[in-house]
Every structure is written in C-alpha cells, then in structure tokens.
C-alpha cells in the first residue's frame, strides 16, 4: 500500500519512470468508478433522501481535497465569532484517525484553544449534533470537515480550497487529490482560498475565476494562515522571534508538510533538518525515541512542531533540544465583509 508521500509523488508527476507511469494509468481506471459512485451518492442527497436536519442552524467547514487546507483554524476561527455573538455553539466532527475511546488531533487542539466550546466526535454526526443540542442546549452545530458528509442538512456550506493545489491535480481520487468532482462546488454558499498569501495576485484571479465556474453564487474570501507565537506542551510560551535567523529541526504529521516549512522559512528560520509522518500519525514510544536520537545529533537550537503534533507529543523536549509548536492563528486578507453578512445573517434567522 503506498504512503501519502510515495502516492503524492505519483499522482503529481513528480515521480517519473515507466513504474510510475504504469501506477498513473492503474490510478486513472479506478478513478472513473470511484467518480461515478460518488456523484451517484451526491445526486441521491441532491433529492433529499437521507436529509436530517436537526433543530438549530449548521455550519459546515470542509474541503475538496484530501489533506490539509487550513480547516482547523476556520473551524477555530468560527467558533470564536460564534461565541463573541453569545452564540451556544458545539463542533462535531467524525473524529477521523483517533483511537478507539479517544480524540483525535484536531479535538485535542481545538479543545486547548477554545475550551469553552464543546467537540463531540463520532462516525454517526447526526447523532452527535442531536446530544449537542439536549444536552449542551446547543444554539448552533459547527460541523468540522462536513462537506462531504450530507446526512446533517445544513445552512451555510463554506468549502477551503488549497492555493497551493487548488484543483486536486485535476483528478478524483485515487487518480488525484479531488475528493469529488469540482462541480461539487455548487453546494458551497463561501469558498475560500487558504495559503492565499502563497501565490501571487495573478495566480489567486486565475484560480477564482476557475473556481467561480462552479460556485457562480458563492462568496469568495480569501486567508492566510500566520503564525502569531510559540507553545510548549506545559503551556509556556514565546515570540518566535526568538528563533528567528538560528537553526531548527522541524517533524510533522500533517497533510501538508511543505505548507509547514514554508511558515517556518517565513519566520526567518533555518530548518536544517525535517521528519515527515503520514496525516494523523498517531506518536509510539518508539517514534518518540526515534525523534528524539534524531534531534540529540542535529546541531539546532530547537525543534518545531505543529500544534496538532504537540497535543500527541506532549513533551517539551527532544534530544535535550525544547519542542515548540507553532501557534497559527487565521487572518481574512479578502471578503472580510461578505463572511460577516452571511454570519449574522445566520444567527438573525433570516435567509442567506
């Protein structure tokens, strides 16, 4: 079975070869079926067979793509608007890569973050948003990576969308990145473009008008994603200006590790040294200790993280080297105004 990496490698081209070509061509069959099956799926949901909706609004946060876009800090960014209205507001999610009896990454961070906002996690969400709502006497469902999923009728569909990758390769999955067609956008009532700072004008104009193709009556926004500090596993924190122009190790399990680099070599660090895990690596001892021989041999004056490895981590060193995470935090370079009329008119009870 191939790895994230080896099957990203392929299906962009990077990797080259008659062995990789012969994949692509392999990946290329599958993917009519997995297309057909899917959009058979979305036309079932399109007639409202299957629908539930639950007793407040809902919001979903999700994606085209697999791997990461930046929902996180939407769903955080959300939260808190939500609550800074007097909003009651609970994150669902399906919990995708915990453990039995456990939280995911996402959970876990969030929960630090925003510890006055409840997350229930599980596979069957209509059931979660219904628990959230006797129990919690929730005024408003936030459904984390929701696009996809169409059990929990909903009242705003935002969808991220890579600027990086905008398009899945230009292939559904296992061909590509796409987790469906892009004319799934139509569901999308705001499409934003995460990693917008990571192109530049002319790159993000040629992606909306692409985009807008699909999602003609969407609002379109536009963020980054900046870091605003460093944290460690006790709580601790700093300015990563501390570390800016010194040498680092970074390790990460995410969907976008380049994505993560990149925000180091922003912050005017040099990364001389990186470990890469699958998304939602969930970290062994031994993976700990293989970090940690790995780091006590590098010549830097820390190690960097995301804050979703730091959760799992739960350390404060590595080879006698501090662990810090990078805080990120979401800043709306565009559409600021458009977002905020579709929000309250949400919470008004009005029409979007």
Not at 255 to 260: D, I, M, S, V, Y
Request: charged share 25%; net charge negative; glycine share 8%.
């Amino acid at each position: 079975m191939l790895d994230s990496h080896t099957f990203h490698d392929i299906v962009s081209g990077r990797r080259r070869g008659v062995i990789a070509a012969l994949m692509r061509g392999l990946l290329r069959l599958a993917e009519t079926p997995y297309s057909l099956a899917v959009r058979f799926r979305n036309r079932r949901f399109d007639s409202g067979r299957g629908v539930h909706r639950v007793g407040v609004p809902v919001v979903s946060v999700g994606n085209l793509t697999l791997g990461g876009t930046g929902k996180t800090p939407m769903v955080e960014f959300l939260a808190r608007w939500f609550r800074d209205h007097d909003q009651r507001v609970t994150i669902v999610s399906r919990g995708y890569g915990a453990e039995a009896g456990s939280r995911n990454d996402e959970a876990l961070e969030l929960e630090q973050k925003l510890p006055d906002v409840p997350h229930l996690q599980n596979p069957d969400r209509v059931a979660a948003a219904e628990t959230a709502i006797e129990e919690f006497e929730t005024e408003l469902i936030l459904l984390d990576d929701g696009f996809q999923h169409r059990r929990i009728a909903r009242d705003l569909d935002l969808v991220m969308i890579d600027a990086l990758e905008p398009d899945g390769l230009g292939h559904v999955f296992p061909r590509g990145t796409l987790r469906e067609p892009l004319a799934g956008l139509a569901r999308a009532d705001i499409v934003a473009l995460s990693r917008a700072d990571m192109v530049d004008a002319a790159e993000r104009q040629r992606i909306r008008e692409r985009l807008q193709t699909y999602a003609a009556s969407a609002s379109w926004i536009e963020v980054a994603h900046r870091p605003i500090g460093l944290l460690s596993s006790t709580g601790e924190t700093t300015s990563f200006d501390s570390l800016s122009g010194r040498n680092v190790a970074a390790a990460c399990g995410i969907g976008n590790p380049q994505a993560f680099r990149h925000t180091l070599d922003t912050c005017g660090m040099n990364v001389t040294a990186m470990r890469e895990f699958a998304d939602h690596h969930n970290y062994t001892r031994e993976d700990v200790q293989s970090l940690s021989d790995w780091a006590g041999q590098l010549e830097v004056a820390a190690v960097l993280c995301t804050h979703k490895d730091l959760v799992k981590l739960r350390i404060d060193q590595l080879g006698g080297k501090p662990l810090w995470a990078l805080s990120i935090g979401l800043e709306i370079l565009s559409g600021h105004e458009a977002l905020e009329k579709k929000l309250n008119r949400l919470i008004a009870g009005t029409d979007q």
